[in-house]
């Protein structure tokens, strides 16, 4: 997606009218909402099947074979998450396919039958693609890490040439649900092709296994609840500030920052899979009571992951400031140089609770998420405060200033403090 992130925001900035790029990029955020609820909750079913692998192997048809209550362990886990991912699914449609209804459907008039079928459209795919997440995050914890990145980066391919054929031939709103449509049919082929057997993975636990497999699906439910929390602030904090723009200020400026914004994002996607990729070394060595060597693991990890954020960011300031040269028709839908710096240091900020996060999360811990709710609280208040007031760049710097200041160090107190305690014991 970050190779061809640069194209998808060149032909979104001359192929979209200015007062279309802001639904654009509100309707491309919904479909990336998947990859919040895989990359970001998933880690969740990463790190708890993480701690049954080393028990279980691969069958010849793609299912779990090993320990007896490792595998039951792990189907526990398994249909638990697909109970919780479903009302996740219903959640997401009512709020992000009837709430963009509701909120944009009155602008387009005569086209309102058009914009209900396309928006609606793409909600529910986006939808559906919830119920793929479970079973690929159970393939990647338990070893199939490689093959899992690999049909990524095919489902991230598929996304691209959806996206570009819906800018230049039908539109923002087609763009997104082409994207949609793509990402579902990837997942859906890969796992059919290569964890045939994990998809038949019982729907119900037989009678005798309830009792001592109930604990984990009850301490999944309760972590995954908190994980939701983290991972929606997390990433409604940024997000919202186009829908936010788009309502008080008009698509032109949405537009402008959405552009910006994907910009100053594109290397923070890119460190936090680094990290992600971490995750389940993370839960086998606490699963062995390594922590000493987990915490060395974790540590170094995080400073890679902020050398590669701050490479990014580096390179893509240069090729912004090469863009009136060669672009100049992109280069003039991007905000200057000063306020995509500040919206990269918002970026940095997210990267570092992320990585906290991920300590915690490596222990099945997810109590950080009231800090981060919080926090993210914050920032998104004084953002929109800062935009009606004051416009695109007020909202900015309001964003970089309240991440700095105030979301960080609220994360920050609560991870130290839990760290210690974690070493001590």
Not at 37 to 64: D, K, N
Not at 250 to 261: H, K, N
Not at 297 to 308: H, K, M, Q
């Amino acid at each position: 997606m970050l190779v061809g992130a640069p194209v998808s925001l060149y032909l979104a900035a001359t192929r979209l009218r200015p007062g279309l790029q802001g639904y654009y990029f509100v309707g491309v955020n919904i479909v990336a909402l998947a990859q919040l609820f895989e990359l970001g909750l998933g880690t969740i079913i990463v790190q708890f099947a993480s701690h049954e692998w080393p028990r279980l192997r691969w069958g010849a048809r793609g299912g779990l074979e090993g320990d007896p209550i490792a595998r039951d362990a792990v189907d526990a886990l398994l249909i638990a998450a697909l109970r919780w991912y479903a009302w996740a699914a219903i959640a997401l449609f009512a709020l992000a396919g009837g709430g963009g209804l509701l909120a944009y459907g009155n602008a387009f008039g005569r086209e309102l039958w058009s914009f209900v079928v396309l928006w609606g459209g793409f909600a529910i795919i986006t939808a559906l693609y919830l119920l793929t997440i479970p079973f690929i995050c159970v393939a990647e914890g338990c070893g199939d890490l490689v093959a899992v990145q690999r049909m990524r980066a095919w489902q991230a391919a598929a996304v691209l040439i959806a996206l570009w054929t819906g800018i230049v031939w039908a539109g923002p709103l087609a763009a997104a649900w082409l994207a949609a449509t793509a990402q579902l049919l990837v997942a859906i082929g890969w796992l059919g092709i290569r964890h045939s057997g994990l998809l038949r993975a019982p729907r119900s636990l037989p009678a005798h296994l309830l009792d001592q497999s109930q604990g984990l699906p009850a301490q999944y439910r309760a972590e995954q609840k908190r994980s939701a929390q983290f991972w929606l602030a997390l990433f409604l904090m940024p997000q919202l500030l186009a829908p936010i723009l788009l309502r008080v200020r008009g698509g032109d400026d949405a537009g402008r920052l959405g552009i910006t914004l994907a910009i100053a994002i594109a290397p923070l996607t890119l460190s936090v899979a680094w990290l992600h990729g971490r995750y389940p070394s993370f839960g086998a060595l606490i699963a062995a009571k390594r922590t000493t060597e987990f915490d060395a693991l974790a540590r170094r990890a995080t400073n890679e992951a902020v050398a590669v954020f701050l490479a990014g960011a580096l390179c893509l300031t240069a090729v912004v400031r090469l863009l009136p040269h060669f672009v100049p028709a992109m280069a003039v839908r991007i905000l200057p140089l000063g306020y995509l710096a500040a919206l990269f240091c918002g970026s940095l900020a997210s990267l570092l609770i992320q990585a906290m996060a991920g300590w915690l999360r490596a222990f099945r811990d997810e109590g950080f998420a009231a800090p981060i709710v919080a926090g993210a609280t914050g920032v998104v208040l004084v953002s929109g405060i800062c935009g009606a007031v004051g416009g695109v760049r007020f909202m900015v710097v309001g964003f970089a200033l309240a991440n700095l200041g105030f979301a960080v160090p609220v994360a920050a107190a609560h991870f130290f403090r839990v760290r210690r305690e974690r070493l001590a014991a």
